[in-house]
């Protein structure tokens, strides 16, 4: 039986187990990022590629085992928040590159 519940605002709340398995989850993925770099055996390139792979994924570990957010019913409405506030900071961190880049354009 799952230790995981569901209070009554419909947040749910993970188990020690689930908690657990996202710790040693993230501990991995920082671990891999740290290796590549120090071991210097990929090509520059490669070596980002896999840090931001290793990043990307931690994200999604991190969104599951500890914010609990996943495609059921009761998290729906957290996910699309979620989604509202990454297109929201899509456009200011793009609109803020866009003026820099514009600015720069402008000054030289």
């Keep these: 039986m799952s230790q995981a519940s569901i209070d009554s605002v419909g947040a749910s709340r993970g188990s020690l187990k689930s908690y657990g398995a996202g710790f040693v989850l993230s501990l991995i993925l920082t671990a891999i990022p740290f290796a590549l770099v120090m071991s210097g055996a990929l090509s ?3 070596t980002l590629a ?5 990043g ?6 991190h969104m599951h085992y500890f914010l609990h957010l ?22 200011f961190v793009g609109g803020s590159i866009w003026i820099m880049y514009d600015l720069y354009y402008r000054m030289m």
Excluded: K
């Design 56 to 61: 990307f994924v931690q994200i999604l570990a």
């Design 70 to 91: 996943d495609t059921s019913s009761a998290e729906r409405w957290n996910v699309v928040a979620l989604m509202f506030t990454l297109v929201i900071m899509a456009l």
């Design 50 to 54: 896999g840090i931001f792979s290793a």
């Design 44 to 46: 520059p390139w490669m």
